[in-house]
């Protein structure tokens, strides 16, 4: 029984840490840093770079923000479906 509650009790606090949010994407800001980005939404669950280009993504398939930098700052940003 305690082994379940526990389980239960770790479910809801990891539900609960989910920093991809409509309130966080409408903190970032062009030219922000890497760094303050993650700050904001945590670590990306991605990232991809190319020619001085790095695209990463927060989220999942459903629910998600996209961020473009260049040279370590946000050039654009986009979000599917968050809340």
Avoid at 20 to 27: G, L, P, S
């Amino acid at each position: 029984m305690k082994t379940r509650l526990a389980l239960v009790a770790l479910l809801f606090g990891l539900t609960g840490c989910n920093k991809v949010t409509a309130e966080n994407y409408a903190k970032l800001q062009t030219g922000m840093p890497l760094a303050e980005v993650t700050a904001i939404l945590g670590s990306p669950q991605s990232c991809d770079e190319a020619l001085g280009f790095k695209s990463c993504r927060w989220g999942d398939d459903k629910s998600h923000v996209t961020v473009q930098f260049v040279a370590d700052k946000l050039v654009l940003h986009a979000a599917k479906n968050i809340h």
